[in-house]
């Protein structure tokens, strides 16, 4: 079975992280994001994927090669961005598989344990020209829903409303029919989520949803970067890819982590990266080569590549980019973002008094 890897996009509500390296290679649980999909992908019969790339284009074959996690790869690029339907035209001049034969699409912000297997023997039993993975969720008014009738096929799909019909909604995840591939316009901008879809619909084509609320995470933003490195780092999603164990911590080769130091809630900590004894690390991700002096306190945090944190700062949700250095006593809250190679002077940030 072949597939298409939607890798385009710009990543821009993750700066400063994405400023040097497309938010799917972005290092999560220690390998690049886009490593666990492809061992997903591979575990659920996966043999070959097309990536639809545009942003920094050349790093993704740099980063995998033609072959990697057990799955032969591709690569076809945009010159200006075409959109989720335009990509996935785009990119689908390089499949091999033929008409009738289904394609799985993936989309390279989003984490899911859902059965793939599953959703594709959906798409197959109801001859489907689509089958999309819905998920269910607490508060559906934040996004557009998908309402289903009682044999799971897709009615409609619907904007975000403050009244809702269904808690159903699009997670990400597709499988297609390779012609019905072949209906979306090419070399144009197009939606499948306002375009190809409703007109599948309306034409009476078959679109299928399989409702399935496994772990689910769409990691553009960067809480949910760390909550998904984290995740990962505790089992919460099993991923071959992940090189080490799950537990409280990811410690990789070449990181020191002091005795004295506390180190948990699925932190990983990188190639290189120092914490000190008295320093406290939770639910965080420090990249390689970064530091952490004694007696600081970091939690729900990203710190790039030779960030240096200082004695007795605290960073608390904060974003530290390649080389950016916090002085010692900084208290940094809220989602603040340091860009690359930036660095604050001792004391020059407080959110309190006590300094």
């Known amino acids: ?117 599953a959703q594709i023997k959906v798409h197959k039993d109801a001859g489907a020209a689509v089958t999309l993975h819905l998920t269910e969720v607490d508060d559906p008014s934040r996004f557009g829903c998908v309402p289903t009738d009682a044999s799971g096929r897709v009615t409609a799909f619907l904007e975000k409303t403050s009244h809702p019909v269904t808690n159903q909604i699009n997670a990400g995840c597709y499988v297609f029919r390779r012609s019905a591939i072949d209906t979306i316009p090419e070399d144009e901008v197009v939606s499948v989520e ?86 406290t690390v939770l639910g965080s991700v420090l990249l390689d080569e970064a530091f952490v002096a004694e007696g600081a306190t970091v939690r729900g945090s990203v710190l790039s590549r030779g960030a240096r944190v200082g004695p007795g700062a605290v960073l608390d949700e904060v974003i530290l980019g390649d080389g950016a250095v916090v002085g010692p006593g900084n208290e940094l809250r809220g989602g603040l973002r340091l860009w690359p190679g930036i660095e604050l002077p001792p004391t020059a940030v407080r959110f309190s008094s006590d300094a």
């Not at 990962?232 to 020191?256: D, F, N, Y």
């Open 194 to 279: 306002r375009e190809t879809f409703p007109s599948l619909i309306a034409s009476g084509a078959v679109v299928m949803g399989y409702v399935e609320s496994e772990y689910w995470l769409d990691v553009g933003t960067p809480e949910a970067f760390v909550r998904g490195s984290c995740d990962l780092v505790l089992g919460r999603l099993a991923s071959s890819a992940m090189p080490g164990e799950p537990g409280e911590r990811l410690t990789l080769a070449g990181a020191s982590v002091s005795p004295g130091a506390v180190v948990r809630d699925g932190t990983t900590v990188g190639r290189g990266a120092v914490v000190e004894a008295g320093a």
């Open 1 to 117: 079975m072949e597939a298409i890897l939607l890798v385009g996009g710009q990543g821009s509500r993750l700066r400063p992280l994405t400023i040097s390296t497309p938010k799917p290679l972005l290092p999560t649980a220690g390998v690049a994001f886009l490593a666990h999909q492809l061992a997903r992908a591979h575990a659920a019969g996966v043999q070959r994927i097309v990536f639809a790339t545009s942003y920094r284009a050349e790093m993704f074959e740099a980063a995998f090669g033609t072959r990697a996690h057990g799955v032969e790869l591709a690569y076809v690029s945009e010159d200006e961005p075409l959109g989720t339907g335009g990509a996935i035209r785009n990119a689908a001049r390089a499949l091999t598989c033929g008409p009738d034969d289904p394609v799985l699409i993936l989309n390279g912000d989003i984490l899911s344990g859902h059965d793939v297997p």
